[in-house]
């Protein structure tokens, strides 16, 4: 019973074990055959941990679904099983993978010792990497292992295959003549790739230098990273990195598929405006820079797997989004676009075929394998026709600009030509017009004139009227002193005359002695020596009184040059001296007149016109303190000070002053605060247009309830070129 359950348990395993070998591959003379799953057993090493030696006799090969063994994005390691018929004329067939990024390529076999004596087993390893199963290494585009095998023997090999990168393994078994002949095509292939990627970033870059168009820079940006990314895949990096593919496939791989993102960006960005063009997305543009970056991030902490993963969602991703936002720009009548369309399109169709051959949808093919590299020199072409149409587009729009500003310009000078006609008829018209308005105009600026010259003579008469109020004044009371000392003169000359007449009758009738008595009497009764004192006061009198004449008709000639033309040497403090005297019966009695006057030399200036100035504003002073409701300790005072080049007058009162408001005013001509009646509101304009004329400044500080300050500023060097005051200016 034992016998018969060992039996049928061998059976059973011999039957599983039919059931799953694979067909052995035969290979012969110019022939080359991929090794597919009818002929191999595939193992998963998730952990990376199987040995060779376990591996040989590991019962846990199987057969797969797919046609070609598949790499997963993990850092497991794939075992295959299979077994080859030499039928070449070659000890040796060249078994290579192509166009996939692989870190590790082995291969181990059995072999039997020559020994008759001891015929034990022997494990050999070939590697990729082994220059002495890879003849091809220094210009390898491809991963290549040369593997030794008898004429018309089979054997059977076991190929351990590790990558970071998610991929379909398209393992080649070749005939080595049919491995050359397929090597130097491919070489031949993959110069002219590169050699085209070359010409056209040296073609841009010259674009760029002559037209200076940013677009041709980052294209030729874009064509570098195009170039080098194509270039990894037709194998040509595993020449700079012969023994170090992991730090090509891990680092240098993906971070030049990023960069190639990024340039992609850069130059669709530049190229198609869209800050300009599409500013309402250009935020969700920007987000694909952040979405490349996070590759970066995955490299840089060391999962290549992770990042290839995010390398192929983030083109898919710019990929779609650069198509629709491309669509929109066509839509708008930007005809450059049609081609990125073009382009962008069959980029995508392109990687999505290779990501879905990579995933064992889509059967590999030499179609398929090179997809992606087709796809790249079309986009090129169109790339290249888009920046050429681009130029051609804003040329025909400038023609296009060219012809409308011309056709506007043509119109233009036909209603210019109408409008010209029309305007010569309408010229005509208005010159008559205006010369008739230009006639009542010149009637009215002198009537104007007439009129400015009446109000600053009414201003001067009523500056006048002060004068001769206040003259009236002075001279009257000395005059009536005067007058009131002639009478009693007058009695005392007539008894002086007398008593002469009574000594003179006497001394001609000397022998009448009664004479004489006579005139001693008459002159002890008149009291001759009074009469002589009173004689003397009285006389006094009368001289006091016509000094004070002589003081005021003095003050009265200085104002009797208030229209003179001519500048003259003035002395300021006896000006300001001569206006006191002159307004002294306008001085209240309550108000304290306090010069304070620096030793001045003679001042260049037009007298008459100064005293008016003065006369003004210390007369505004009296009527500011008047103003109060109640006085004490009021004054003006008066300030002269010499400085080298000018002189300044300061007039200071107690007086009510004035707000902000006002003091912005009070120059304006017709400007008064005074009622109706009591004043013509244009003193202190004729002060500011006297001062001006005299090239100096008066500037004004005051406050409500605070008084005033009046600073007069006056040159030393005024010279006879200045306008004369009175005459009115244009």
């Given at each position: ?182 090597r130097n095509a491919d070489i031949m292939i993959n110069g002219a790739v590169i050699g085209m990627f070359i010409i056209m970033a ?30 990894l895949i037709l194998g040509i990096g595993s020449n700079l990195f012969p023994n170090d593919l992991k730090t090509l496939n891990n ?480």
């Open positions: 019973m034992k016998k018969i359950l060992l039996i049928l348990a061998f059976l059973v395993q011999n039957i599983g074990a039919f059931a799953s070998k694979p067909d052995t591959l035969v290979i012969r003379d110019s022939e080359a055959h991929y090794l597919t799953n009818q002929y191999f057993l595939e193992l998963e090493d998730p952990y990376n941990t199987l040995q060779a030696k376990n591996v040989i006799n590991d019962s846990r090969f199987h057969s797969i679904s797919s046609s070609f063994p598949r790499l997963k994005y993990s850092k497991s390691v794939t075992w295959l099983k299979f077994t080859i018929k030499n039928n070449t004329s070659r000890q040796y067939l060249p078994i290579t993978i192509s166009k996939s990024i692989i870190d590790e390529f082995d291969i181990y076999y059995i072999e039997s010792t020559a020994d008759t004596a001891d015929h034990r087993l022997l494990l050999n390893h070939l590697s990729s990497t082994d220059p002495r199963f890879n003849s091809n290494l220094l210009t390898q585009s491809i991963t290549l292992i040369n593997v030794p095998l008898a004429l018309n023997s089979t054997q059977t090999f076991y190929a351990r295959i590790k990558s970071n990168a998610s991929s379909v393994i398209p393992i080649e078994i070749n005939s080595a003549d049919q491995f050359t002949r397929k040296l073609y841009n870059l010259m674009l760029f230098i002559s037209v200076g168009d940013r677009s041709y820079l980052f294209y030729v940006i874009y064509i570098i990273f195009l170039g080098s990314t194509q270039s680092y240098i791989t993906p971070l030049l598929r990023i960069c190639f993102g990024y340039s992609l960006l850069l130059f669709a960005g530049e190229f198609l405006q869209f800050r300009q063009n599409l500013n309402r997305y250009y935020k969700f543009y920007l987000l694909l820079y952040v979405l490349y970056g996070l590759p970066v991030i995955a490299v840089i902490a060391g999962l290549p797997h992770i990042a290839y993963t995010l390398i192929t969602i983030s083109a898919l991703v710019t990929c779609i989004t650069l198509l629709f936002l491309v669509s929109i720009l066509y839509s708008r009548g930007f005809k450059p676009a049609k081609f990125f369309i073009l382009g962008w399109g069959l980029f995508l169709i392109s990687l999505v075929i290779s990501i879905t051959r990579n995933g064992g949808v889509v059967p590999y093919n030499h179609f398929t394998l090179n997809v992606l590299l087709y796809s790249s020199l079309i986009e090129l072409i169109l790339f290249s026709v888009a920046l050429a149409d681009k130029i051609n587009f804003y040329r025909q729009q400038n023609t296009e600009s060219q012809l409308a500003a011309l056709a506007i310009a043509k119109e233009n000078e036909r209603l210019i030509t109408e409008q010209n006609i029309f305007l010569e008829n309408k010229v005509k018209e208005r010159t008559q017009e205006l010369i008739q308005t230009n006639q009542n105009l010149s009637i009215t600026i002198d009537n104007l004139k007439s009129a400015q010259v009446q109000l600053i003579e009414t201003e001067k008469m009523a500056s006048l009227g002060l004068l001769t109020a206040g003259v009236a004044h002075e001279i009257n009371n000395p005059i009536n002193f005067v007058s009131a000392n002639i009478k009693p003169l007058r009695l005392d000359f007539n008894e002086i005359f007398s008593l002469l007449k009574k000594y003179e009758t006497a001394a001609n009738n000397a022998e009448t002695a009664g004479l004489l008595v006579e005139a001693n009497d008459y002159k002890n009764k008149i009291d001759a020596d009074f009469v002589k004192d009173e004689i003397l006061t009285l006389l006094d009198g009368i001289e006091d009184g016509a000094s004070r004449t002589a003081e005021i008709v003095q003050s009265l000639r200085t104002f009797s040059r208030l229209d003179e033309l001519v500048l003259l040497p003035t002395n300021i403090n006896t000006a300001i001296l001569s206006t006191l005297v002159i307004l002294r019966s306008a001085i209240p009695y309550y108000i304290e007149i306090k010069p304070i006057l620096d030793k001045l030399a003679p001042l260049n200036c037009y007298p008459g016109k100064i005293n008016q100035v003065l006369l003004n504003l210390i007369s505004n002073s009296i009527q500011a303190i008047k103003a109060k409701e109640t006085h004490l300790n009021e004054c003006i005072t008066i300030y002269t000070h010499d400085h080298p080049d000018y002189i300044t007058i300061e007039i200071t009162d107690t007086g009510i002053g004035m707000t902000h408001q006002v003091r912005q005013r009070i120059f304006e001509p017709f400007f008064t605060t005074k009622n109706v009646g009591e004043g013509t509101g244009l003193g202190l304009s004729i002060v500011f247009g006297i001062i001006e004329k005299h090239n100096g400044n008066i500037n004004v500080q005051s406050a409500a309830g605070k008084g005033s300050t009046f600073k007069i500023t006056l040159p030393k060097n005024l010279a006879d070129t200045v306008t004369k005051p009175d005459e009115p200016a244009e």
